[in-house]
């Protein structure tokens, strides 16, 4: 086998699209839910119902638009940047209409106002639906299987780093001294910038990344390497899984759904709670899940590198572990302590170690089960997971909150991972083949 190699720049520019995904939801669930409580007057229930409407849409969306890019004829943009441009040139547009709602209705109230505001957004989450599966379905088309978890390091990277750049501008534009006594928050200024950044990001991707040329490069690697291939020919040009493969993937969609609904339990509340239990802010808030974020980057190439020598699934396995720890421990200090210390960055930042483990390497087993013409559906497979999850549990947490109380969080997320490591044993497929490199040079670039 001869040896592969990461390209690193490539890899890093085909990552501008997930930063400019991860700025937005970053945001989106930080200060949407603020706007519907402090704004609109909504209760925990109401707004998390309005929360979870991206993940209902995204259930349909993603695998279509997944699926669409897949079939998409490349042309001189291939099949996914298409998608890419598309919804981000919508989502820029309408993005910086919400605050002017949010705003109009603060300064007088109007039962049209509030309507406009759930169309607007609507139809913004449609439009990030539109490029989230192409855009991270663009990474493994220009990636061999057997480099992924270390491409999906660097792709989570650059994810963390939109997120963490969201978080330091919140943190530094909304501090808590600044907003605590104001009677309405204006988040424009915020809008704008984030909605900048993605615009900039995605220009920088269609100027570097020659996604037909790169595509037809690995098809062509990976035609001459048919082992990397789990999935069987039927016979009528779909792919056909082996009954084992097909039950591990059965169990590995099941433990993305269970962890990503005790993790999206925290970050969709995780504002409104540190505001309710510690009396912190968006800028309190914000400056913890910035450490957790900042505790995630650090984390992903080492991590990308781990995995390549202890396999995807056990790495997979320490990261639910530790999340589910750093879980219940943040639901003790968060009632123990009166503010943010120390103890709590240094949980938060385990956090980002954790989900960094998981999140690197579960899209990788995901997809090292199909073959190479269905990595965009398999890709919508999961996000289908992630995202049903994602429907139910903040109208599930924001009722539990209502109805016991606000200490409910932590604990309600520690179980769902917990069970996740459950289901995670019985998967049996979908690590890499490659044979492990050593320290960097697993990240040595290809020949372009």
Known sequence: MEKLKLNNKRTI????????????????????????????HLNETISGVIMAADNVLALFLLPLFGGLSDRTKPGKLGRRTPYILAGTAAAVILMNILPI????????AAPYKFVSFVVVL?????????????????????????????????????????????????????PTDKVKALEHVNYQPLFLIVSGIMAVAVIVLLVTIREPKLAAENQALEATHPEWNLAEDDGSGHEALPTPVKRSLG??????????????????WFTRYIDKVMGEGLGGASTCLMVATA????????????ASKIGRKKTILGGVALLAACFLLGGVLTNVFDSINLIMYVVFALVGLAWAAINVNSLPMVVEMCKGSDVGKFT???YTASMAAQVVTPAL?????????????????AFFVGLSFVTMLFVKHGDAKAEPKRGLAAFEDMDD
């Not at 709602?101 to 007088?108: G, I, P």
């Not at 947490?397 to 997320?413: I, S």
Request: net charge neutral; aromatic share 14%.
């Open 380 to 382: 919508g497979y999961y």
């Open 295 to 306: 505790g995630a980057i650090v984390s992903y190439i080492p991590i990308g590198i781990v």
């Open 122 to 174: 609507g139809l913004l989450l449609i439009a990030m639906g539109i490029y989230r599966s192409p855009a991270v379905a663009l990474m493994p088309d220009v990636t061999p299987k057997p480099l992924r978890s270390k491409g999906n390091a660097i792709i989570n990277l650059m994810g963390a780093v939109g997120g963490i750049i969201y978080l330091a501008i919140a943190a530094v534009m909304y």
């Open 397 to 413: 947490v924001g009722t539990l909150m209502r109805a016991v109380g606000y200490w409910t969080l932590f604990p309600y997320a």
């Open 13 to 40: 520019l085909v990552g501008l699209a997930f930063l400019s995904i991860s700025a937005f939801w970053q945001m989106y669930d930080n200060v949407i839910q603020l706007i519907l409580g402090n704004t609109f």
């Open 101 to 108: 709602l949010d705003n109009s209705y603060a300064a007088e």
């Open 251 to 268: 169990f590995l969609l099941a433990s993305i759904a269970l962890w990503f609904v005790g993790y999206n339990g925290v970050t969709t």
